[in-house]
């Protein structure tokens, strides 16, 4: 279980011309500040009990597939602020009607 049991989450999209972004924000006892460096690792958990019969694999994926696609998967932390996952990732070029039409012949 992560944040407060019945705690707000929030979800945010945003973009800006050259990149989108969705960020997952709940309240709740924050991350420690040393573990954060380590979330993304491979089979790395946070000691926490309650996590005891997770891989400690998800994060990790998930900054696989985002890096994979160019972007960036950052993590904020406080007990005044809550703690927010984000995922940037750079906006495709735009294809034209006809470059499209071409590569499919």
Known sequence: MHGSPNGLVKL???????HVSLTVWNEGPPIAPMAIPELFTPLWRNGNSAQEA?????????NE????HRGELTVASSAAEGTAFSVRLPQP????AA???AATQ
């Open 93 to 96: 070029a735009p294809v034209r």
């Open 12 to 18: 945010t999209a945003g973009d800006d011309g050259a």
């Open 65 to 68: 597939i985002v890096k994979a």
């Open 99 to 101: 470059e499209a039409v």
């Open 54 to 62: 997770r891989l400690g694999l998800g994060l990790h994926i998930c």
